[in-house]
């Protein structure tokens, strides 16, 4: 059973899908430092690219993605012109040295532009970068989903689909501007496994206006009975002031953080008791997926698209807004999409802002890492000496314990994963040095 600690739940943290977090980026970071880092990456070293396509064919109130209408089709076009002219940039400043293992399309719905330029923008990063047989993912919203995208999707060779659901209540889904019947989600994954995509990845949300826990427990009877591969049951945040969209959800059929708290304890149950492996606090993956092997191995990681299978030092986004990572080095690419055509019209690189990652960081990110990932993180002698009172209320609650030199969450303590890892944070944490 998970404890309750409602005053650790009030305390808002980072999500943590990079560290430091997107909250530190600054200007004063941009093109020149993307440059030296691509001058710097070694030959054959393994990278992951990341293509952003912030368009969805229907905007739904509660996303806080960086995404826009595609119905101008000659803004759409404008942009993957710029899209697909960026590629050469950056692939001009490798040099050839990347071999490339993954290859991600995310959103935004990916599946808002015609399935004939998706092979056009895939085409392109093969034919420039050495591939080879990378997995390839794709997000998708299965609102918009057709026969004709699965079939590109098999012929393209992409080996899994994560696609959007977030509820299948009929109320809940008005509630969020997001309406998709049953018989959506259930034509596109039988659209895909008919062409031997069976790697499907459901997106799924608690804490959404009016929801009960038996609302969830539905979502989640469909969820088990369709069987994808993998899970992500995701928090709602509901920040109007910063996602204007969002001021169309009625905050006051919002659940509580209790409420909140027995949704997220109950999926986790319901989802581990199907037979899923959970990775880290919002992961579940059936036992014979690569992120169950990788949590089993303890080889889990975390990036920009959460937990992940995917151990590659370097990350390199494509498109408005996305961000790449290096060892020492976090950028993100100008967020507007006109400045963003512009800079890449130009021949230049994207990057406009970021953050330098030194030793110190390095270091505060690795324990972040490892609390998210594995559930500990081991200390060296190195460490502050006065690190275990850092942590000693986490253990009263019994959130938290010693084994050794290692500090680790206890099951009970699960749900404050994120809580203990940002002690780590430089920005938010206690702990002055490591």
Known sequence: MWSYHPDLLARPV????????????????????????????????????YVHIPYCEQICWYCGCNTGAAGRRQRLADYLTALRAEIPVVARRLGGRARVRRIAFGGGSPNAIAPVDFVRLLDRLTTIFDVGDADISIEIDPRGFTAEWAL???????????????????????????????????AAVAALRLRGIEAINFDLMYGLPGQTLADLDATLDETIRLAPSRVALFGYAHL????????????RCLPGHEQRFRQAAHGHGRLTAAGYTAVGFDHFARPGDPLAIAAREGRVNRNFQGFTEDDAAVLIGFGASA??????????????????????????????????????????????????????????????????????DFERRGIVEWEGDELVVREAGLPYSRHVAAQFDAVRGPIASL
């Open 14 to 49: 980072p999500r943590y899908t990079s560290y430091p977090t997107a909250l530190e980026f600054a200007e004063d970071v941009g093109a020149d430092d993307y440059a030296a880092a691509l001058d710097r990456v070694a030959p054959a070293t393994p990278v992951s690219l």
């Open 152 to 186: 590109v999707l098999a012929a393209a060779k992409v080996t899994r689909v994560s696609m959007g659901v977030q509820t299948f209540s009929p109320q809940i889904q008005a509630a969020i501007g997001r309406i998709q019947p049953l018989a959506e989600i259930e």
């Open 240 to 251: 109007p002031a910063m996602i204007p969209r969002q001021r169309r959800i009625d905050a």
């Open 323 to 392: 961000i790449s990572g290096f060892p020492d080095l976090i950028v993100q690419n100008e967020k507007r999409s006109g400045l963003y055509r512009d800079l890449v019209g130009e021949g230049q690189l994207a990057a406009v802002r970021g953050v330098r990652v030194d030793p110190a960081q390095q270091r505060r990110g690795r324990h972040i890492r490892d609390i998210l990932c594995r559930g500990r993180s081991r200390f060296d002698d190195a460490e502050p000496a006065d690190i275990r009172a850092t942590f000693r």
